[in-house]
């Protein structure tokens, strides 16, 4: 499961010459979407070496995808914060993949970062 995010952040560390300076926790977002359609999530972005790093953009992978950020700047054990959005009315398959591009004053940006949304066993 985690062998596609792996991938990511490897096409971006090829992409940009440099290792990514954030991790996210939690490093996946993993749900099954519930009644409404809608995947929430709130996701802490921490500095791997404690430097200070704004976080300057983040972008969805579709229209469905919407990302706000809470907290911009990260430093030490202080994480910035992300909250992403995911309205998953129209998917019709039991597994759906929706990226994100974190963009970063940080070594290594913009920085992938994956949800993974499955559906409810009686809609499949």
């Not at 921490?46 to 430093?75: E, L, N, W, Y």
Request: hydrophobic share 40%; glycine share 8%; charged share 15%.
């Amino acid at each position: 499961m985690l062998a596609p995010l792996f991938s990511i952040f490897l096409i971006v560390a090829a992409f940009t010459g440099q290792q990514p300076s954030v991790r996210f926790n939690p490093q996946v977002v993993s749900v099954v979407r519930d009644s409404t359609g809608y995947v929430q999530s709130m996701v802490s972005v921490f500095s791997v070496k404690g430097d200070s790093i704004r976080i300057t953009d983040i972008k969805g992978s579709c229209g469905c995808a919407t990302a706000s950020v809470q907290r911009p700047v990260m430093h030490d054990s202080i994480p910035g914060k992300i909250y992403l959005s995911i309205n998953a009315r129209h998917f019709t398959d039991s597994l759906n993949y929706v990226d994100y591009l974190v963009t970063h004053t940080g070594a290594g940006s913009p920085t992938g970062y994956r949800v993974v949304v499955r559906l409810p066993k009686e809609t499949r």
